[in-house]
């Protein structure tokens, strides 16, 4: 079963405001990451935070990581057009090397 | 450009078929991931080689078999093919230190 569970599904904001995704995980991790995937394209690496972190900022990007929840936050602030892809949660377990992801949430951003 | 190499990029073929999707990883990178990825739905962990080394597995059918070759390129086979397969395959390279992927830009492949 998937590690990972991004919410929401899909999500449409206007240019200019900001995105917030969340995902949830089950069991413990060593790290949390963030890609991002402009349709039918290979992923692109975001943003990693590792389990004894609890906010990392990178740009517009602001992740926070809650290991007593087990869940985390993808903020990307001040939204562009381009920002409109599919955004994907990874977890790293510590038992073995598998990175697994949860199925993404669709941002679209309206001009 | 993530340095990741997937061929072929567009693959069609028939129910029944066997085909061999073939990733270069970064150049360094010692590790490499196969992924499935379905119509509108999340990646599925397939397989991991570290090294020539199988080390974790996933969701993989047994029609499915890899294997990473000494110049650390790697093979994803697909046998017996099914309309079901009908999926984007990623391939992905860990950077060692930092643990992040960078991924190829995927072999589609559409079973008729």
């Known amino acids: 079963s998937q590690q990972g569970e991004e919410d929401p599904q899909a999500l449409s904001i206007q240019e200019g405001e900001n995105a917030t995704m969340n995902c949830s995980y089950k069991?413990?991790?060593?790290?949390l990451q963030w890609y991002r995937q402009n349709s039918g394209r290979g992923l692109v690496h975001l943003i990693l935070?590792?389990?004894?972190?609890r906010e990392k900022h990178s740009g517009r990007l602001r992740v926070t990581l809650d290991t007593s929840k087990k869940s985390s936050s993808l903020l990307i602030t001040a939204s562009r057009a381009a920002d409109t892809a599919s955004y994907f949660c990874?977890?790293?377990?510590?038992?073995?090397?598998?990175?697994?992801f949860g199925k993404g949430t669709r941002l679209h951003i309206l001009p | 450009d993530s340095g990741v190499t997937q061929t072929p990029k567009h693959l069609i073929t028939a129910t029944g078929q066997r085909v061999t999707l073939r990733c270069s990883p970064r150049?360094?990178?010692?590790?490499v991931y196969w992924y499935q990825q379905s119509l509108d739905q999340g990646l599925q962990f397939l397989i991991q080689y570290y090294n020539g080394e199988e080390r974790a597995k996933g969701n993989i059918l047994e029609r499915f078999s890899a294997q990473q070759f000494p110049d650390l390129h790697s093979e994803l086979n697909l046998s017996s093919l099914e309309l079901g397969d009908s999926a984007l395959y990623f391939c992905?390279?860990?950077?060692?230190?930092?643990?992040?992927?960078?991924f190829g830009e995927g072999s589609r492949l559409t079973v008729l």
């Open positions: 150049s360094g990178d010692l590790s």
């Open positions: 990874a977890t790293d377990g510590n038992r073995d090397d598998k990175i697994i």
């Open positions: 069991t413990s991790i060593n790290n």
């Open positions: 935070i590792r389990s004894n972190e």
């Open positions: 992905a390279s860990r950077r060692a230190h930092t643990g992040e992927l960078f």
